[in-house]
């Protein structure tokens, strides 16, 4: 195997099986044709799976069902980082993710700050939509995900039980992040984060 080709499997074993990955993962070790030659040859060897139009995985295997299907969620993220976009749970998966609800959704859908689009790949339909909400850079997934549930619920049925139930769910690095992001927030979403601010505090 090449220089590159080690790198590359080194650096998808380090991730883990499950992980979802394209070509741009890897554009430091190369140039893009000889990523791109390196990842076919891992694929055709069996080492990793194509799952898609310039995505691969390293999947996850079963005793019994061998190749289990590709992570929605590293899909995801692999689509999002190949794209430059950042995403986050669309608003009723993030109140589900956080126990406010015990409804799933039935699609698997994303916020992006990208355009809005649905991506099919791996046998899976991603479902991306435009954020209502900010996705902050500097935060971590649960301060996101408040986030976007703070835009699912919206203004008016933003109560002080809701507001409890998120203080509960934030450490001071996410409470930290969030009002240091207020400024990107349309202003009732910045009130409600100084409520959960003084609610944490309470």
Do not use: C
Not at 33 to 59: E, N, Q, T
Not at 124 to 134: D, E, I, V
């Amino acid at each position: 195997m090449s220089a590159v080709t080690d790198k590359i499997m080194k650096r998808v074993r380090g991730k883990g099986r499950g992980w979802a990955f394209t070509p741009k993962d890897f554009i430091d070790f190369g140039t893009r044709g000889s990523v791109d030659m390196a990842l076919s040859r891992l694929a055709k060897a069996g080492k990793i799976r194509r799952v898609g139009r310039g995505v691969y995985d390293f999947p996850k295997l079963h005793d019994r069902l061998g190749m289990l299907s590709p992570n929605a969620d590293s899909l995801a993220h692999a689509v999002a980082r190949k794209n430059g976009d950042r995403i986050g749970p669309a608003g009723a998966a993030a109140v589900n993710r956080l126990g406010l609800s015990t409804q799933v959704p039935v699609k698997t859908s994303y916020t992006t700050d990208g355009p809005s689009r649905t991506k099919n790949i791996g046998g899976r339909t991603l479902s991306l939509k435009r954020a209502r909400a900010p996705l902050l850079d500097n935060a971590s997934d649960g301060a996101n995900t408040v986030l976007q549930a703070i835009a699912h619920f919206g203004k008016d049925d933003m109560d002080g039980g809701t507001i409890r139930q998120f203080a509960d769910r934030l450490n001071d690095d996410d409470m930290q992040a969030l009002i240091k992001a207020r400024p990107q927030m349309t202003g009732w979403m910045g009130d409600v984060v100084l409520k959960i601010d003084e609610a944490r505090i309470g």
